[in-house]
């Protein structure tokens, strides 16, 4: 059974940063590419950032480019979202996923599969 379990998440200020954590099980994780999305209350779910399986592609949204890394260890089947200069708008419960096995990844979220729970992130101002 695959299972992807995110941790990281907190209440922190502007300015603020965190590391979040996607631990994946049941799968060979070096398989998979994997991304990071967030939705916000009353918001439709949006990418963040992508990761190919070998973690030497990395795309990230253009809000939070330049702030936000997307990176991995396929030795500990753990996929990262640093998060620096965190600002309020950045509010959301965050979900790591994985796309079906041999599919390409994507910056639709409908185009995974696989999805953690999701770890809340609050910035105050």
């Known amino acids: 059974q695959v299972q992807l379990v995110e941790s990281g998440g907190g209440l922190v200020q502007a300015g603020d940063s965190l590391r979040l954590s996607c631990a994946a099980s049941?799968?060979?994780?070096?398989?998979?590419?994997a991304g990071w999305f967030r939705q916000a209350p009353g918001k439709e779910r949006e990418f963040v950032a992508r990761?190919?399986?070998?973690?030497?592609?990395?795309d990230h949204a253009d809000s939070v480019k330049g702030r936000f890394t997307i990176s991995r260890d396929n030795a500990r089947n753990t996929v990262y979202l640093q998060m620096n200069s965190l600002k309020p708008e950045d509010t959301a419960v965050y979900y790591c996923a994985a796309p079906p096995f041999g599919s390409t990844y994507s910056r639709d979220p409908s185009a995974y599969h696989y999805w953690g729970q999701g770890t809340q992130v609050t910035v105050s101002s």
């Open positions: 049941g799968l060979t994780f070096s398989d998979y590419a």
């Open positions: 990761i190919s399986r070998g973690g030497g592609f990395t």
